[in-house]
Each structure stands twice: as structure tokens, then as C-alpha cells.
């Protein structure tokens, strides 16, 4: 079965860039959308954006202007950055796959904590 | 963007009775063109990431208990859990899926009684 693990510096400082790769197991990333999800401490889910396995991308506008999200299928990764980042930022970022005309994410990857802090 | 508010945001049910939950969208979630509520229903236990649980608004993801049950349409939406178990502890969460940007509820934090 399909398996996602995020991996990425658990610590940024304020005003960098914020990267993570999301790493795809047990079934290839092509024909999926992948996604990143976020959740800041005891807090609610926010959707940050997708990628399609061809490369087009959909962010949110909220955070449009700091996001960039890439996938590179023959390592079965995509990746995460998010520049300008600020003590707001802090949060659990999920990868999460997304099938095409279903919508919903499943399966998640089991998160990574990001503290944004100098 | 959709705004998803859930009711209540805590809720203290007893073992075995039913518990309730409710999500209302700021606009239908309802495609004409193919009758489909596009709202799902995920369940979070603490230090792990949310699980499917319910896509368009009623259909059982593959392995969730028949206690759990979606329904509503357009705006209106509830999550039931028939007989609570101990086990059912947790946050959840609504989503529309209608449209980018995807949006969730606040969450609803379900305990025993």
C-alpha cells in the first residue's frame, strides 16, 4: 500500500525558506495529485496547494506568493517551499495524495513539526 | 473561498449512545452534473495525521466501522456515530472538496461522558 514521509529541517528562521520533500512509497506518483496540508499546534487543517504528477499546480491564495511546489516522478518525491516565513508558519505539514475526480485526501504522510523561530 | 463551520466544537458523549456532529458550507457543495455532495468527513487522534473517513458526504471510506454514517446535501451536513466507542475519541473534521482552494471545518473534539 501507498506510503508518504515528509522529511525536512524541523527549525527555520524567520524570513527564510521553509523545504520539505515528501517521499512516495509502494506506488508510483504518476496519476495522482500531491498535496500539503498544515496544522499549527492544537489548531485547525489548512489546505497550502497540489501538484499534479505532469507539474501544473494549484496553491492557495493565501500563501500564493511564498509557495512553490515541485515533483520529481523518477524519485517518487515531490517538495515543499515556502519562502518569507514567519513565527506563523510554524506548524505539522502533511503530504497527502489526492486521486483525480475523487477530491479527498488519503493517504496522508504522518507529518512533520516546522518551528519557525531564530 | 467556502467557509465550513462546524457544530458544536466539543461534544461529551456517553459509551454507546450517539454522538452528532455538524458541518455547514457558505455555498452548496452539490455538482448538478453528477448529484454528488462534495464533502468528506476525517477523524484525528492525537500526534497522528487525520483518516478518511467519509467522501461525498456519505459513502464510507474502506474499513471504517458501519457505526459511522454521513448525511445531508448542498449546505447542510451531519456525522453520526451510532453507538460511541471508546475508541472513536477524537477530533474531527469536515472538508468541501468542490473547489480550490480546499477548506476544512475548525474541527469538532469528541470525548466520552
Known amino acids: 500500500q501507498v506510503q508518504l514521509q515528509e522529511s525536512g529541517p524541523g527549525l527555520v528562521k524567520p524570513s527564510e525558506t521553509l523545504s520539505l520533500t515528501c517521499t512516495v512509497s509502494?506506488?508510483?506518483?504518476?496519476?495522482?495529485?500531491w498535496n500539503w496540508i498544515r496544522q499549527p499546534p492544537g489548531k485547525g487543517l489548512e489546505w497550502i496547494g497540489y501538484?499534479?504528477?505532469?507539474?501544473?499546480?494549484n496553491y492557495n491564495p493565501s500563501l500564493k506568493s511564498r509557495v512553490t511546489i515541485s515533483v520529481d516522478t523518477s524519485k517518487n518525491q515531490f517538495s515543499l517551499k515556502l519562502n518569507s516565513v514567519t513565527a506563523a508558519d510554524t506548524a505539522v505539514y502533511y503530504c497527502a495524495r489526492e486521486t483525480p475526480g475523487h477530491n479527498w485526501f488519503d493517504p496522508w504522510g504522518q507529518g512533520t513539526l516546522v518551528t519557525v523561530s531564530s | 473561498d467556502i467557509v465550513m463551520t462546524q457544530s458544536p466544537d466539543s461534544l461529551a458523549v456517553s459509551l454507546g449512545e450517539r454522538a452528532t456532529i455538524n458541518c455547514k458550507s457558505s455555498q452548496s457543495i452539490l455538482y448538478s452534473s453528477n448529484n454528488k455532495n462534495y464533502l468528506v468527513w476525517y477523524q484525528q487522534k492525537p500526534g497522528q495525521p487525520p483518516k478518511l473517513l467519509i467522501y461525498?458526504?456519505?459513502t464510507r471510506a474502506s474499513g471504517v466501522p458501519d457505526r459511522f454514517s454521513g448525511s445531508g446535501s448542498g449546505t447542510d451536513f451531519t456525522l453520526t456515530i451510532s453507538s460511541l466507542q471508546a475508541e472513536d475519541v477524537a477530533v474531527y473534521y469536515c472538508?468541501?472538496?468542490?473547489?480550490?482552494?480546499?477548506?476544512f471545518g475548525q474541527g469538532t473534539k469528541l470525548e466520552i461522558k
Open positions: 509502494g506506488g508510483s506518483i504518476t496519476g495522482y495529485y
Open positions: 501538484i499534479y504528477y505532469s507539474g501544473s499546480t
Open positions: 472538508q468541501q472538496n468542490y473547489g480550490t482552494p480546499y477548506t
Open positions: 461525498w458526504a456519505s
